[in-house]
């Protein structure tokens, strides 16, 4: 059977909406699927989006079903008109009317909208995204509902709660002599800082979270809301630099920071595929099995033995997950965990635990649930493993970690996850937050030093729904926010974005990053119906099969001169070093890395998955360029 390309590269046929590009002097804006991304001026991006957006009653976003939409365009100006519905998961549906008007010095979207029954969501209205990257740290003008205005900064480490509250407007220097003001109608508006899930930006949105939600809009009802970015110019733009083609220049050093060991999660519900496939740890070359364990979910021995069995398959290092329920004494609760451990003969070299309520997010305004002190269950779980090194921090993102912060002195390392695909499952967006995720490290420094430190298991799919009752069910394979499925993790994206990750938190000393479990819908081994064969390896196994083979070494910074299309990741080796790339975009890239003699060049790519998808092989590399298909990732070693 012939593979489609989409199948290829994301798992899926499904095709993301189409964007069109709409431009009115030096103003230009993307439509997809009825909403504006990428707004820029002159070349440089003011805004990231511009969205109406409606939430179902556990945050997950209720699709845009679009129609009669309407484009003119004509002198310089144009008009989108459509009409949007917005169906709930009880049926309830949404009618919006849009209306976006584009001239050369201004963008309006303006929204009116009406429920055809009572309709429960968590939001429901305009959400605004500043961009991160040229903005963290740099001044903004604030005005409030009250007409007042404050003048701040943008947040340069990660705000746990929100920075700017009852907003009627945002205004910000775009570039020299270029501001752009954003001001917004039709309810309250506040800002958080977007860094917290992964996504690359500072998000605007209706409803204050200190108020109660999920809320009810009344049937019949019709609101209104409206989004007005205005651009004034003080002085002649610079058009900025877009590379349009061309190649990528990529530059080498050493710095000295040694590249954190790879670990795999281990859940209880794919144990038997997990027993199969044991002997994967040692091939990988994995160090650490990260081993979920929830009494509260009814994991007991047999999980343990489980772990046990698999972990005796190879040299790795265990570690327990332990989530806590806390609904018994501390005491009694992990002297008992101690005891099945002890039982079952699984040799632990950490712990990690955390309270179970502590995997459910508590927004802004909200009352903390019950829970034990966090110094007691640290203290509780040192009686009950005397000696082991314990590991304490969240199971779900670091927003939790930043909203609720652990005491650090009794613990042996921090810990926590991320997903990248929380508030938008687009593929432009999933790449887009590793400018988020760096400055999650930084944030995470900041807070707590040098602290040993450990991240994941971090997946494309969600593990758990910190925000909802449940993570939502995928059996499409569509690209869905929160969605405890996503086809691009058995695909080339997934390696892509497998190798990103790891580059993007190189510099962070870590000790142990998991980013993959060793079977299930977030593991190594193909399913049915995926690009590689049934009981095949997924491409994203040897991504972390290079880097197992680097973990420990000293790293090599990989500078590219285009961040938002090429990333790597490199170590010195005993034969010279070893530079991992990988192409985070749609395009094929031309990568050139200097002189580096006659090296040897592997990659996964399209051809490479239609021939076998086996063992990728190696060949001579005599040039200086490189050409990396879309989502491909290389392996460049380069001799001494």
């Known amino acids: 059977m012939t593979l489609s390309r989409a199948f290829v590269l994301f798992g899926s046929d499904e095709s993301e909406p189409p964007v069109q590009r709409l431009q009115a002097g030096q103003l230009s804006v993307d439509l997809v699927g009825g909403n504006l991304r990428t707004i820029r001026f002159a070349g440089r991006e003011v805004l990231r989006g511009i969205s109406f957006l409606v939430r179902d009653r556990d945050w997950g976003t209720c699709e845009a079903v679009l129609d009669g939409v309407q484009i003119e365009e004509i002198a310089g100006h144009a008009t989108v008109r459509y009409t949007a ?33 009572d309709f429960e969501t968590a939001r429901a209205g305009f959400v605004v995204l500043h961009p991160v990257v040229g903005i963290a740290g740099r001044p903004v003008a604030v005005e409030h509902g009250d007409g007042t205005i404050e003048r701040a900064i943008f947040p340069d480490f990660i705000e746990p709660w929100q920075p700017f509250k009852s907003i009627s407007a945002i205004t910000h220097e775009v570039a020299p002599g270029v501001t752009a003001e954003c001001r917004m109608t039709g309810d309250v508006f506040e800002m958080e800082d977007q860094r917290n899930w992964t996504d690359g930006s500072y998000k605007t949105y209706v409803r204050p979270l200190a108020l109660p939600w999920p809320y009810m809009l009344k049937a019949g009802e019709m609101l209104r809301q409206s989004v007005r970015l205005t651009i004034t110019q003080s002085a002649p733009s610079a058009v900025a630099d877009e590379r349009v083609g061309g190649a990528i220049e990529i530059s080498l050093a050493e710095n000295g920071q040694t590249l954190p ?67 018994q004494p501390l005491d009694e609760e992990l002297r008992a965990i101690a005891a099945d451990v002890e039982k079952t003969g699984l040799t632990l070299s950490s712990i990690a635990v955390s309270p179970s309520v502590d995997r459910q997010s508590t927004p802004p305004g ?43 002195e009794p613990l042996s390392y921090l810990t926590h996850c991320t997903n990248p695909i929380v508030h938008a499952a687009d593929d432009l967006s999933v790449m887009q937050t590793f400018e988020a995720l760096r400055h999650v490290t930084r944030s995470v420094r900041a807070i707590y030093g040098e602290k040993p430190y450990r991240i994941g298991p971090s997946t494309i799919a969600m593990r758990q729904n910190p925000y909802g009752s449940a993570t939502k069910d995928n059996p499409l394979g569509r690209r869905i926010a929160m969605a405890n499925r996503d086809p691009r993790h058995n695909a080339l994206f997934g390696a892509a974005w497998t190798l990103a990750y790891a580059a993007t938190v190189a510099d962070a000393g870590l000790e142990v990053l998991t980013l993959s479990t060793l079977c299930g819908p977030f593991g190594l081994i193909a399913a049915a119906g995926e690009p590689v064969r049934e009981g095949g390896k997924r491409p994203l196994f040897h991504v972390l099969k290079w880097l197992a083979e680097l973990s420990g070494r000293a790293g090599v910074a990989v500078e590219t001169s285009a961040a938002d299309a090429l990333v790597g990741i490199g170590a010195v080796t005993d034969s010279g070093r070893t530079v991992l790339l990988a192409n985070i975009g749609p395009q094929a890239q031309i990568v050139t890395i200097g002189r580096i003699g006659k090296s040897k060049l592997t990659v996964l790519d399209e051809n490479w998955m239609r021939e076998s998808s086996g063992e990728p092989r190696a060949v001579d590399l005599c040039g200086e360029s490189i050409r990396l298909p879309a989502y491909a990732v290389a392996r460049v070693d380069i001799p001494r």
């Not at 595929?273 to 509260?296: K, M, N, Q, S, Y």
């Not at 999980?303 to 806390?326: D, M, Y």
């Not at 903390?368 to 921090?393: H, I, S, T």
């Open 85 to 117: 519905r917005f169906a709930a998961p009880d049926g309830a549906v949404l009618r919006c009317d849009a209306r976006i008007a584009l001239d050369p010095q201004s963008v309006t979207f303006a929204a009116e909208f009406t429920p055809d029954r």
């Open 261 to 327: 060991e790879i670990g795999l999660g281990l859940r209880p519900e794919d144990l038997t595929e997990e027993l199969r496939h044991a002997g994967l740890v040692t091939e990988l070359g994995a160090r650490h099995l990260i081993c979920h364990f929830d009494p509260g979910a009814r994991h007991g021995s047999e999980a343990l033995s489980g772990f046990r069995r698999i972990a005796q398959a190879s040299s790795a290092k265990v570690t327990l997950e332990c989530v806590l329920p806390c609904r």
């Open 366 to 408: 909200s009352v903390w649930p019950d829970c034990p002190p966090l110094e007691a269950v640290y203290a509780a779980a040192q009686r009950a493993f005397p000696g082991l090194p314990l590991g304490g921090g969240m199971f779900s993102y670091f927003t939790e970690l930043n909203r609720k912060r652990v005491p650090p």
